[in-house]
Structures are given as structure tokens and as C-alpha cells.
């Protein structure tokens, strides 16, 4: 697991720096206008009927199945691959013609409170878009499959590929002058992606591995059998895709009521927050999937505490430094060009939501993939739906009384409900619990520290910062039992190189 999730973040690191040129350009050269919220508007409006039926059933569904065909039954493994990729490519050739379609209707809904030429615009954008989902769900789908050969080139691939075509797409909308040239952005990467994926696997033998004994299976029986065993682990997922969209949807409900320039900024603050989850969150989730799937059950509380404590010790602080100095590192990313004070102050309010709980989400999102790896999938999916439910609930709820910090303070409160549901469903409350007392003095004192240096311009930024980090530092080194976490499961692992082990020799805290 450990390997996995280094090569996975090592990877993530370039794309991130790619997203953040991609992010910074788009916002000097369009800022928070109506251009930018049509484009949110269409991308999300193109991603949720995808996700609404790869995301789970992919990553919870297929993944582990597969990994344990892979291991068993190899012939087996190959008959899901290509059942699935049967499935999905029906799916999403549907999903294209639905989406060109009825594009005016399903940007309508997302986004009542847009004007006629942003409504419009998203509308165009979003027929563009919609040529991609066939490509970008059989790439995912080949990430997967290369994933459970503990490749990560993919995958890693991907969050470059976006982002350089996004940043390809930017440039030509603002030297044509043709605002729906951005929505090429998704769809041409993802056809390269799909080339490029087709030919890595092919290329790699993953599927050909597999293939060798295929023809000696009775076809009708085995395929039966794969989709059925397809279908007992993807059943208990299938409420969390609509709750989960739907969460997404009221989002960009909500911010299109609370003006245009809600939706561009929240998708600004977003990216900061994501950029976090794409970079820690989801490789220790895949990570988390591919490992946590294998252990015995007597394994598992051990491994648990050592993945909890230095999630923990090294998010919380994060989270700290990005909701203390919010408005300083917005103004320091995007405050240039067209992107102005008040762009500044809706996208800094935001990101102080987003930021209140970002290491609850990137913790519950973790032990949520070690439920699905653990085929607890009823479980991940009350989890999931609890969260969602509350985010939905808030933004509806406060978005007239808030503005727009509902929508960042929505997400932490989803994040703070599947962080203690799932540590409830893992029978690890009581440990946490602990852990975050003990950590709750040194969070406080870096918290003031942070605060009374923190002010406008990169010097403050830097301090507070600086500040945050020492402070916590110095508290994690003088408390034996954070101190210990530190040395064995941070230092340590940083110091070695080479794949983590299950039967480590190593002495072990009690954390």
C-alpha cells in the first residue's frame, strides 16, 4: 500500500502544478464572468450522469472483484473486464445522446438563476463535452485494470492530460473570442487518454494475461456468474451515486441563485480543496483499496491505528494553515487580470469553508474505501448517504442567511458526518477520539500563533504559515505519544524506500 500511495502522489504532484497553471490562467483571463460559470455549469452537468454510474461501481465494484480474480481465477477476471466494458459502453453512448439532447433542459435545472446568455453558453458547452464521456469512461476503466497490476501510470497521466488541455482550450477561447472553444478542454484530452490507455494495457499484457484460458470457460455460465458477482457488490452502492449527484446539483443550485459569480468562484476554492484530495484523499483511498482487500481480518484494527494517527498529524495542520490564511492564499493564486477584489473576497469566504474540515475529508473518504475493500459496501453506502444528505440539507437549509460560505461550510459539515460515521462502522471512534484530544492543545496554539500573523501580502502568508507549522511541530515532538507516530510511521516510512510491508517487524504504538 505504501509504494502504491507514494507513486501515486509523486505522480498527482505534476498534475496539481499543471491544475494550478490551468486555474490561474483561466481566472486572469475570464475571472469570475459569465464565461467561467457556464463552463462549471457544463463541466458538472457533463460529470454527474457519468458518475452517476461508473464512480462507485468502477472503484467499489469492479476494482476489488477484479484484483481478486486476478489472484484466484484469472480467466474469470478477464470475463469481467470485458463485461463491464460492454456494459459501460452502451451506458455512455446513451448518455452522449441524452446529454446533446436534452442540454438546455438539464443546464436549466442546474442553474435557475443564471441569465439567458450564460444558460445558453452552457448549453453549447455542454453538447461539446458530452462527445467525451464514452472516452473517459473506458479510460477509467483501463486505469483500473493497470491499477490492479500496481500500475499507476494512468492514473497519473490523467490529472496532466486534463490540465494541459484545459490549458490548451483556455488560450484559444480568449484568442477566438469563442467562449465555447473551453468545453474542448474535456473532451480531446480524453480521447488521447482513451488511444493512449488502449494501447498501455494491450501494450503491458495486462488483459492478454488474463485471456490465456478463456476460451476453455463455458461462455454463458461465466458470464453469468462475473455479472452476478458484479451486482452483489455494486447493489448496496446504487443510492449513493443519486444522493451524491444530487448534492452536486443542489450545489450549483444554490450558487447560481446566489449570483454567477458564486458559481465561477466556487469551483476556484474547490480546486484548492480538491487539489488536496486528489494529491492525499484518493491515492490513499485506491491505496487503501488494494491493500485493505487482502489483509486478514485480525490485521485489520492494527493497520487501521497505523493509518489513522498520521493522516491525522499531517492534514490537521493543513487544514489549519488553509482556513487561517484563506484570503491570502486566493489573492496569491488567482488575484490578477480580470479577477478583482470582489472575486477575492466570495472565493476567500468560500475556501474558509471548504477548509474548516479538510482532514475529516480526506480521513472519511479513506476508511470509506477500506468498508468497500472489506466488501462492507452496505455499510460505505449509509456512510455516504448520511454525508451527502446533510450537505444537501445545509446548502438549502442556510444559503439565504450565509451566502456564499454555505456552500464551503456545506462540505465540511458532509465531511465531518462520513469521517465519524464511517470511524463508528470501523469500530475506531474511541481510538480517534483520543487521538484528537490529546492533539486538541497543540491545534489550538498553532491556531493563535497562525492568526496573529497572519494579514494581507506574501509576507504574512509566509509567517503564518511558518508559524502553524512549528508551532504543531514543536507540541507533536514534546507529546511521547504523537512524537512516537511521527518517527515510526512518518519519518520512517519517508526514509524507506521499496514496498511497505504487511508483516512489519517493526515495534508498534498504541495510539
Known sequence: ??????????????????????????????????????????????????????????????????????????????????????????????????????????????????????????????????????????????????????????????????????????????????????????????????????YWVHRKGYLGTAEGGIDSLPGQRFHGQVLTAFWHRLRPLLIVPVILQGSIAVERAVGSLLGTEVVAASEYARFIVDSLMALVAAPLGL????????????????????????????????????????????????????????????????????????????????????????????KATLVLVASFAAAIGFNLALYRYLGAFTLGAAASVASLIMFVAAAWALRVVRHTAKLLAIMLPGLIAAAIAGYVLSGPGLGHLVLASVAIVLVWGAYVSAVPRLRAVLHSEIIGRLRRSGPARTNDSRPKENV
Open 1 to 198: 500500500m505504501g509504494r502504491i500511495f507514494v507513486r501515486l502522489v509523486a505522480g498527482g504532484i505534476v498534475g496539481k502544478l499543471l491544475g494550478i497553471a490551468r486555474e490561474v490562467l483561466l481566472a486572469a483571463l475570464f475571472g469570475v464572468g459569465r464565461v467561467v460559470a457556464a463552463n462549471r455549469i457544463a463541466l458538472t452537468a457533463t460529470l454527474i450522469p457519468i458518475n452517476f454510474f461508473t464512480a462507485d461501481a468502477l472503484t467499489a465494484g469492479f476494482l476489488p472483484l477484479y484484483v481478486q480474480y486476478r489472484k484466484q481465477q484469472p480467466a474469470l477476471a478477464a470475463r469481467l473486464y470485458r463485461s463491464v466494458r460492454s456494459l459501460l459502453m452502451v451506458l455512455s453512448g446513451l448518455l452522449t445522446l441524452a446529454l446533446i439532447i436534452g442540454s438546455a433542459a438539464w443546464v436549466g435545472l442546474l442553474g435557475p438563476g443564471l441569465d439567458v446568455y450564460t444558460s445558453n453558453l452552457a448549453a453549447q458547452m455542454l453538447a461539446i463535452a458530452a462527445l467525451g464521456v464514452p472516452f473517459y469512461v473506458q479510460f477509467n476503466l483501463y486505469t483500473l485494470v493497470a491499477l490492479a497490476n500496481d500500475d499507476v501510470r494512468l492514473i497519473n497521466l490523467r490529472a496532466s492530460m486534463q490540465s494541459v488541455g484545459l490549458i490548451c482550450a483556455t488560450l484559444a477561447a480568449y484568442l477566438t473570442g469563442r467562449a465555447s472553444v473551453l468545453a474542448l478542454g474535456f473532451t480531446v484530452p480524453y480521447v488521447l487518454l482513451f488511444c493512449w490507455g488502449a
Open 287 to 378: 491505496a487503501s483499496l488494494a491493500s485493505f482487500s487482502k489483509i486478514e481480518t485480525a490485521e485489520l484494527p492494527d493497520r487501521l491505528r497505523r493509518l489513522i494517527a498520521p493522516v491525522l498529524l499531517t492534514m490537521i495542520p493543513l487544514s489549519l494553515l488553509i482556513c487561517v490564511n484563506s484570503r491570502g492564499i486566493v489573492t496569491l493564486l488567482y488575484a490578477r487580470g480580470q479577477f478583482a477584489t470582489e472575486a477575492v473576497d466570495t472565493t476567500s469566504v468560500m475556501l474558509l469553508g471548504f477548509g474548516l474540515a479538510i482532514w475529516a475529508q480526506v480521513l472519511g473518504y479513506t476508511l470509506v474505501k477500506v468498508l468497500n475493500a472489506r466488501g462492507e459496501n452496505y
